[in-house]
């Protein structure tokens, strides 16, 4: 806060007077420091994900391929499509049902998805199975229950 220091012209006497007026300049030298910290600041907060986006189209002259279901239900029993198979043979039934025995077939995706009552250890021992024997693009599904 501001004083005068010299009354109206004329009163003789000096008097001190209080001004009133806000004095900005601090206000707006931490704002602008303020400014600086955030803009700093700003692009360390970002975190870069890689995402595997399919194309926008698919290329021409290829149909997209029917996508493979592998699907566990609370009793334990894996299914392929509408095909039950075991742990055992996980790997190759799911080479079969993308269509050829070659190890091309590791290189495709393969979607897993359990019902809801499903134990965790038997989800868990599906992913390992599919894991260890080279299929490593693998999604997972969820369906909402109601």
């Not at 600086?36 to 021409?60: E, H, K, N, Q």
């Not at 742990?87 to 799911?94: G, S």
């Amino acid at each position: 806060m501001g004083s005068k220091l010299s009354g109206p012209s004329g009163s003789g006497g000096k008097t001190i007077a209080q001004n009133a007026d806000i004095n900005v300049t601090p206000f707006v030298d931490i704002m602008l420091v303020l400014l600086i910290i955030f803009m700093v600041a700003a692009p360390l907060a970002t975190v870069s994900i890689r995402l595997d986006l399919p194309p926008a189209t698919p290329p021409t002259g290829e149909e997209p391929k029917e996508p493979v279901y592998i699907t566990i239900q609370d009793s334990g029993s894996i299914f392929i499509a509408e095909q039950q198979t075991t742990i055992e043979t996980l790997a190759v039934d799911v080479c079969a049902a993308l269509g050829g025995g070659s190890p091309a077939c590791q290189e495709e995706r393969v979607f897993v998805r359990a019902q809801p009552e499903v134990k965790y250890v038997s989800f868990m021992e599906v992913m390992n199975d599919l894991q260890k024997n080279g299929f490593y693009k693998v999604g997972l599904l969820n369906e909402d229950i109601e």
